[in-house]
């Protein structure tokens, strides 16, 4: 039994590599309102997504970084609304360093808030 488009001319090529992807989830908490891709976000737990591929051909496990997303409160009607947001890794580095500086200046020195 003959596929659709397989014949002579057009043989069906089958291709017998797959990419391996995986998704590394973490949160990550704010204490302070900070920015991110130019939007005001509120302070508050947040879960970060990062996609990998796995990098065949070598003769250990490495993984390359496809994509980065926060997971935000949707900016309409909805209160239950959610947005996923692609996000650069070192930007939301440098927005919880900041926060994180910021809030230990605030802490007192016994380490209660």
Request: glycine share 2%.
């Amino acid at each position: 039994m003959r596929r659709l488009y397989e014949n002579a001319e057009y043989p069906l090529i089958r291709c017998a590599t797959a990419m391996t992807t995986r998704i590394q989830r973490q949160s990550i908490f704010f204490h302070r309102s900070f920015v991110l891709n130019d939007r005001s976000l509120p302070p508050g737990r947040y879960e970060i997504a990062t996609d990998e591929e796995l990098i065949e051909g070598l003769s250990f496990v490495v993984y390359r970084r496809i994509s980065t997303s926060i997971f935000v409160r949707a900016q309409s009607h909805r209160a239950s609304s959610i947005e996923m947001v692609t996000i650069d890794p070192s930007d939301l580095q440098a927005a919880h360093d900041r926060d994180a500086a910021a809030h230990q200046l605030a802490t007192p020195a016994n380490g209660r808030s």
